[in-house]
């Protein structure tokens, strides 16, 4: 199997675990999966994948740029919003 096939069925699994536990918590999976803030999760998540498996990705290289300069494992109340 291809590192980018391979890369798209870890992102399948874990799209359909994720939105499984929402469900399990009364959140409509068809609902949420159609909210422009889930497809720029799936981005992202897509985009570190990509980054774990070597497949370049230039969200997966900006995503890192940002981990250092958001200092977010540093600063254990810090949120994006």
């Known amino acids: 199997m291809s590192k980018h096939k391979q890369s798209i069925q870890c992102l399948t699994e ?3 675990s994720i939105l499984n536990a929402m469900e ?3 959140i409509d999976p068809e609902v949420l999966s159609k909210t ?3 497809v720029v ?4 998540l897509k985009a570190i994948i990509d980054g774990k498996m070597e497949i370049p990705n ?3 290289e900006r995503i890192a740029e940002l981990a250092d300069t958001l200092k977010i494992d540093k600063l254990p109340d810090s949120t994006l919003h």
Request: glycine share 6%; hydrophobic share 40%; net charge negative.
């Open 58 to 60: 230039h969200l997966s």
């Open 24 to 26: 399990t918590h009364g």
């Open 14 to 16: 874990v799209t359909e």
């Open 36 to 38: 422009p803030e889930f």
């Open 41 to 44: 999760l799936i981005h992202f």
